[in-house]
């Protein structure tokens, strides 16, 4: 069975570019949520993504936007990039129902210059 | 607001002794209760989940549940230096998104 899948792993842009970042969840799991994790702040929710629907949205601001498609893989995209939004952005995938675990993905580690 | 508080630590014990960590949760509706080690620029690593109240053992982890007082530990015996890595404690509750705490640091020195 294959794990949750993350790409591109690296990414380097500039200020004021935009990115999108990609999640393929584990087959059968319709919830991917997304996460940014930072050395000063942890493990941030940014939002959840359920049967192509956003079901739960955390405190970013308007640039953190992301969509799901019909076979539940995710898009993350940050526009107008700053210089804050470096980061490691994870995905987590569940099957969104209860008592269910949930894997993370490898990251995709952003740095903005 | 759902919290899940970790003290940060660094947590430091030797080689060979059991390290325990702690994580209490605020939201009372919680239902699974997971681990997850992450070592340095890498991912979480899913290594314990619990569902019920007491103990669940998997080789040299034993992680433990009391809702009732609303915490969840985790117990590493025989701790040995690659154990050395930051935990996270994460909750899941009526909500179905995972909520993390801060996670704790661990050094295991030889």
């Known amino acids: 069975k294959a794990g949750v899948t993350q790409t591109p792993r690296y990414l380097i842009k500039t200020r004021g570019q935009q990115v999108t970042l990609s999640c393929s969840p584990i087959?059968?799991?319709?919830?991917v949520s997304w996460y940014q994790q930072t050395p000063g702040q942890g493990l941030q929710f940014l939002f959840e993504y359920f049967s192509e629907t956003q079901r739960n949205k955390g405190n970013f601001p308007g640039r953190f936007s992301g969509r799901q498609f019909s076979n539940s893989r995710s898009e993350m995209n940050v526009s107008t990039l700053e210089l804050g939004d470096s980061a490691l952005y994870l995905c987590?995938?569940?099957?969104?129902?209860?008592?269910?675990?949930?894997?993370f993905g490898q990251g995709t580690r952003l740095t903005v210059v | 607001q759902k919290e899940v508080e970790q003290n940060s630590g660094p947590l430091s014990v030797p080689e060979g002794a059991i390290a325990s960590l702690n994580c209490t949760y605020s939201d009372r509706g919680s239902q699974s209760f997971f681990w997850y080690r992450q070592y340095s620029g890498k991912s979480p690593e899913l290594i314990m989940s619990?569902?019920?109240?007491g103990d669940k053992e998997d080789g040299r982890f034993t992680a433990q549940l009391n809702k009732a007082s609303q915490y969840v530990s985790l117990l590493i015996r025989d701790s040995q230096p690659s154990d050395s890595a930051t935990y996270l404690c994460a909750v899941i509750g009526g909500s179905y998104i995972p909520t993390f705490g801060r996670g704790t640091s661990l050094i295991v020195h030889p």
């Open positions: 619990i569902y019920s109240n």
């Open positions: 087959s059968g799991h319709r919830s």
């Open positions: 987590v995938s569940t099957p969104g129902a209860e008592g269910t675990e949930a894997f």
